[in-house]
């Protein structure tokens, strides 16, 4: 079974960076297009940003210009660097693959951003 293990969070003041991973154990990311997702609290899961087996990327408007998802399937992990972070961006972050039904959710990685 598939899962995925989300890092890379942490606390970091408004304007700062952070780069989050995903992996996982099987021979999975190059076979998917993949996603990052992010929920704050007490709201509901929305996508961030999706990267395709080719490499074509999609970013929720807010996070265009800030964040940058990629891939390295030759270590099945996918990454997403994160610029210039704003409050909002406060949220658990999450990967999966581009697939309905999703694969089990991993644990996540939480994202604060505060001063």
């Known amino acids: 079974q598939v899962q995925f293990v989300e890092s890379g969070g942490g606390l970091v003041q408004p304007g700062g960076s952070l780069r989050l991973s995903c992996t996982t154990s099987?021979?999975?990311?190059?076979?998917?297009?993949m996603g990052w997702y992010r929920q704050g609290l007490g709201e509901k899961r929305e996508w961030v940003a999706f990267?395709?087996?080719?490499?074509?990327?999609t970013y929720k408007d807010s996070v265009k210009g800030r964040f940058t998802i990629s891939r390295d399937n030759a270590k099945n992990t996918i990454y997403l660097q994160m610029n210039s972070l704003k409050p909002e961006d406060t949220a658990v972050y999450y990967c999966n693959a581009i697939w309905n039904p999703p694969f089990p959710w991993g644990r996540g990685t939480q994202v604060t951003v505060s001063s």
């Open positions: 990267i395709g087996t080719g490499g074509s990327t």
């Open positions: 099987s021979n999975f990311f190059s076979r998917y297009n």
